[in-house]
């Protein structure tokens, strides 16, 4: 069973910076797409960031020119740099990955556990 192992989230005051890990418990033959996503309280899973493997990121515009994602295919890992945090930024932070065990496997989605981040003022 393929798991995303998450670390990285914390306590911050407003202005401040934290980054996340994401690792894959396992190599995979093929990952199309890492991102992020996080989930506040008493709201819903919200897209954050995206990197694919054309090399072609994304970003939701609350997040832009703050918040940088990056990954590692040697380490299957990757990475969301988060500068200029806001109390606004305050939520569980998910890992997700598209990918493929083998050649012939289909594609799957796979969700990390989850990774608190509070920015405070």
């Known amino acids: 069973q393929v798991q995303l192992v998450e670390s990285g989230g914390g306590l911050v005051q407003a202005g401040g910076s934290l980054r996340l890990s994401c690792a894959v418990s396992?190599?995979?033959?093929?990952?199309?797409?890492m991102g992020w996503y996080r989930q506040a309280p008493g709201k819903q899973r919200e897209f954050v960031a995206v990197s694919l493997s054309s090399g072609t990121t994304n970003y939701a515009d609350s997040v832009k020119s703050r918040f940088t994602i990056s990954r590692d295919n040697a380490k299957n890992t990757v990475y969301l740099q988060m500068n200029s945090l806001k109390p606004e930024d305050t939520a569980v932070y998910y890992c997700n990955v598209d990918g493929r065990k083998s050649w012939y496997s289909k594609f799957d989605n796979y969700w990390g556990q989850g990774t608190q981040v509070t920015v405070f003022s």
């Open positions: 396992e190599t995979m033959f093929s990952i199309n797409a």
